[in-house]
């Protein structure tokens, strides 16, 4: 398995080589090897689960097309100074259909996380990081947001349901706006990166960092 190898020299060479005072670095990443067989997930355990679903619902741990193109890894940099505000706007996590939207997502520390039920079902929030402060708490049926946040970087970690055992989220949270998740044909783009030499960082849940 050569997985990044091709699309990670590209990103560290953009990163020598750009001289202005910002840039952007965008690429495609790929996975050379024949992909595992897709994963069912079983959710009959909750009727409110399996009935939000006409077909089978498949893991979302490993994504990649018919092409190679690997959708849900997390680009990031890495030794970088940032000193801008916090955004104010909130990132959202919903849980619907008993899955967490999105699977992999990027927050910078300090901002709102709002986080959304729009089933029909009880769920269980719990975040399992190593640095920030974790969480765990219930919302039933009737509580249909709750708010909360990561004060300290960290690299990413998973939110899980101790319900459902198969929702799981990964969250990386960040001290600087320069992270990406790549889309369903594997693109990523990391805009206004100031000029200079910065470590370049992809995760993927099964092959953590590269």
Not at 17 to 38: C, F, H, Q, R
């Amino acid at each position: 398995m050569n997985l990044f190898k091709t699309i990670f020299s590209f990103m560290i060479l953009f990163c020598f080589l750009s001289e202005s005072n910002a840039g952007d670095i965008k690429g495609t990443v790929k996975y050379d090897g024949k992909p595992p067989k897709k994963k069912p997930l079983r959710m009959d355990a909750d009727p409110v689960c399996g009935a939000a679903h006409s077909g089978k619902v498949f893991s979302e741990s490993f994504k990649v097309n018919d092409k190679g193109e690997l959708a849900e890894c997390i680009v990031y940099l890495r030794n970088i100074t940032y000193s801008g505000k916090t955004p104010s706007t909130s990132v959202e996590l919903n849980q619907k259909g008993c899955v967490y939207e999105p699977h992999v997502f990027g927050i910078q520390a300090g901002q709102e996380l709002l986080i959304k039920n729009s089933d029909a079902t009880l769920h269980n929030i719990h975040s399992m990081p190593k640095k920030n402060k974790e969480f765990n708490f219930a919302m039933p049926k009737v509580v249909k947001t709750k708010k909360s946040k990561f004060d300290m970087s960290e690299d990413p970690f998973y939110i899980k349901c101790d319900v459902h055992p198969w929702m799981k989220t990964w969250v990386l949270v960040s001290d600087h706006p320069y992270f990406s998740v790549t889309d369903s044909n594997g693109n990523y783009e990391i805009k206004g990166v100031p000029a200079g030499t910065y470590e370049v960082v992809c995760w993927q849940e099964k092959f953590k960092k590269r």
